[in-house]
């Protein structure tokens, strides 16, 4: 049962952000499709369309998500209510309206119309990946983000300081912080891509791993009743090891722009240090895990929870240290093998990590200690055919990649790009395959919600 009426705010967040998971999912099979079949949906959705709300849809529905799981843990980690749910509320609705709207808005009218509609002239911050959102909508994320953070900010200073809650609150701000560098878009592409990094690497490899390590120590508090010092001294340790090499290791973005070449050595040595803190979080989850002190009920959320950890490992340590390397970086740079890193690296680290707290505080939310016998075999379900199926993607668009290279950047006689991409051909139609079974296992994650509600809930065991 909840412990303090406010947390039940962070319904809305998570209903919102698996109904955006969806949309992203769904736009992702859309340009699965348009590799192979180049004018599928044409004219109505060109790629690069497709392509901007997919990748929009993706940090969207993770800040939800983060946003859920604040006010959810935050209430409890400070032993208070709240400081404003009202507040919370009216952030909601301004971010998922406006978010909306900026969906919308790319589906709708051209990109350059967008622009000129949105006053893009006054304040040019439009046009660079991940970040196509018009001015308008970047000022109104830091507002929304800023009342975010004052209304968790209050309730942390207010109550309980835990190592958990001073982590998640140094993430969220340092979210915010990196982000105003959307608002810097220098003339000199060498400037604008050093700089774009300061947002994309250090909020994916850097202040999001602080939210991540945060919400995965709650859970496994929770689930494991494991005593909270030894939980938090290895958040501590993992914090400073993803800091440390994340920080310094965006210098493997700036192997190739323009930039000095000491960047190949930093970037180099940092970056293959950056698996490390996803490997003591791998150890980090199963160690408490095996040191349970009690049976939790819900095993979905236990899952959830070692998946996260094991999947971040593989998707953003070692799919990550595969290119991280200047001299392999050269010839593997914007393949298909960035791809493949990216697509685990995100699914492992980030979005498992908000399917875990969902999996953790939905049914607490609806006055349950967990969810159903039915309801969790569903998740489990879920959790399986999604991360398969991710692995599979994973591997298909890493054979592309590798075919990719040899024969455009390796061979005697390199081919040409379109010739290359008619080459790897299967790896698009098996990553397409993949695609309908993830979205089939996130169709079931979204009907675990709805099966064995009439079921009695069960109660915790300590062992």
Not at 232 to 258: C, D, P, Q, R
């Amino acid at each position: 049962m909840m412990k303090y009426e406010s947390q039940a705010v962070a319904k809305p967040y998570f209903i919102a952000a698996i109904a955006l998971f969806v949309g992203q999912v769904l736009f992702g099979l859309i340009l699965a499709t348009q590799y192979l079949i180049g004018d599928f949906l044409f004219p109505e959705i060109p790629f690069n369309v497709a392509r901007m709300v997919h990748t929009n849809l993706l940090i969207i529905w993770l800040l939800f998500g983060f946003m859920g799981a604040s006010y959810f843990l935050v209430p409890e980690e400070s032993e208070r209510e709240l400081y404003s749910p009202k507040l919370a509320i009216i952030l909601f609705w301004t971010f998922l309206i406006a978010s909306v709207l900026t969906v919308l808005g790319y589906l709708l009218v051209p990109y350059s119309g967008l622009a000129a509609m949105t006053g893009n002239d006054i304040w040019p911050t439009m046009g660079r990946e991940f970040l196509e959102q018009p001015t308008i909508t970047k000022i109104g994320i830091v507002i929304v983000v800023l009342g975010f953070i004052f209304n968790i900010g209050m309730t942390v200073l207010s109550g309980r300081k835990t190592v958990i809650s001073i982590v998640l609150l140094t993430g969220l701000v340092g979210l915010a912080v990196f982000f105003l560098f959307a608002f810097y878009n220098p003339v000199n592409l060498v400037l604008d891509k050093f700089f774009w990094w300061w947002v994309i690497h250090l909020w994916v490899e850097g202040v999001w791993e602080l939210i991540l390590g945060a919400i995965l120590a709650f859970v496994l508090i929770k689930v494991t009743g494991v005593d909270r010092e030894v939980i938090e001294k290895w958040l501590y340790v993992i914090i400073a090891m993803a800091l440390i090499s994340g920080v310094i290791g965006t210098g493997h973005h700036y192997f190739f722009i323009g930039t000095p070449e000491y960047w190949l050595w930093l970037g180099s040595i940092f970056s293959a240090l950056e698996p490390i803190p996803f490997f003591m979080m791998t150890l980090f989850a199963f160690n408490m895990v095996s040191r349970r002190r009690r049976d939790h009920p819900n095993k979905a959320a236990v899952l959830w929870a070692l998946g996260t950890a094991v999947l971040a490992f593989v998707g953003a340590g070692v799919w990550g240290f595969m290119h991280t390397l200047a001299p392999v970086n050269y010839y593997t740079h914007g393949s298909q093998i960035t791809a493949a890193h990216g697509h685990l690296a995100f699914f492992g680290a980030y979005a498992l990590i908000v399917m875990t707290i969902i999996s953790y505080a939905m049914p607490i939310i609806r006055g349950q200690v967990a969810g159903s016998e039915t309801t969790q075999r569903w998740e489990k379900w879920a959790f399986w055919l999604m991360a398969s199926s991710m692995v599979t993607i994973t591997l298909a668009l890493t054979g592309a990649g590798v075919l990719q290279v040899w024969l455009q950047r390796m061979a005697e006689e390199p081919m040409s790009f379109m010739a290359t991409q008619d080459s790897i051909a299967f790896f698009y139609w098996l990553r397409l395959a993949a695609g309908i079974v993830f979205t089939m296992g996130l169709f079931v994650y979204v009907a675990s919600f709805f099966v064995g509600q009439k079921e009695p809930p069960r109660s915790i065991t300590t062992e």
